[in-house]
T-cell receptor
Framework: DAKTTQPTSMDCAEGRAANLPCNHS???????VYWYRQIHSQGPQYIIH???NNETNEMASLIITEDRKSSTLILPHATLRDTAVYYC??????????????FGSGTQLTVLP | GAVVSQHPSWVICKSGTSVKIECRSL??????MFWYRQFPKKSLMLMAT?????????EQGVEKDKFLINHASLTLSTLTVTSAHPEDSSFYIC??????????FGPGTRLLVL
């Protein structure tokens, strides 16, 4: 699975949009981009995933560049509860069977009041 | 989203005893379950992958005789830490995946071995 690069930490003001970048320049055509977050002392929480089209759900939006070498997770109106470590993970998909997730260091997002 | 539970949420045990952790998918059938371990200030590390009715596949460096995994049904997997030692103290997290390939994680089990 392709390696990802994320900033170590970011701050965001409460109520503002949080934009978390992720580089995955070696991504292959059959690899999806997944985003999870882990609030302190809890299990990771699935946020969103995509292949090449932009995706949106009730939690966030995922913007994938046309060349698929990078993506941005957008939390439209960050709250204090969004403070967590955010993981961008690239993984082969479409095979019909689950594959492991390889977690990097992620981005510590701190939402400030 | 799909719900995965773990029990217990935390456990303290004496060195040399065995501890069993349960992982359940509550609203879907999990054909594959994963077990991860996370040490303080570190990221999650995969320990093993288990498919229902099959033997688990362990990652390099993870002792299969020490970390026994059973995935006897489509909604339950168990991890037993045998003869636990203080260095096994960690945060153990399971995840489950059904027909779609997204993994959903349990809340984790914190193990402290004295």
């Amino acid at each position: 699975d392709a390696k990802t690069t994320q900033p170590t930490s970011m701050d965001c003001a409460e109520g503002r949009a949080a934009n978390l970048p992720c580089n995955h320049s070696t991504i292959s055509g059959n690899e999806y981009v997944y985003w999870y977050r882990q609030i302190h002392s809890q299990g990771p929480q699935y946020i969103i995933h995509g292949l090449k089209n932009n995706e949106t759900n009730e939690m966030a939006s995922l913007i994938i560049t046309e060349d698929r070498k990078s993506s941005t997770l957008i939390l439209p109106h960050a709250t204090l509860r969004d403070t967590a470590v955010y993981y961008c993970i690239v993984r082969v998909g479409g095979s019909g069977s689950a594959r492991q997730l390889t977690f990097g260091s992620g981005t510590q997002l701190t939402v400030l009041p | 989203g799909a719900v995965v539970s773990q029990h217990p949420s935390w456990v303290i045990c004496k060195s040399g005893t065995s501890v069993k952790i349960e992982c359940r998918s509550l609203d879907f059938q999990a054909t594959t379950m994963f077990w991860y371990r996370q040490f303080p200030k570190k990221s999650l590390m995969l320990m093993a992958t288990s498919n229902e009715g099959s033997k688990a596949t362990y990652e390099q460096g993870v002792e299969k005789d020490k970390f026994l995994i059973n995935h006897a049904s489509l909604t339950l997997s168990t991890l037993t830490v045998t003869s636990a030692h203080p260095e096994d103290s960690s945060f153990y997290i399971c995840s489950a995946s059904g027909n779609e390939e997204t993994q959903y994680f349990g809340p984790g089990t914190r193990l402290l071995v004295l």
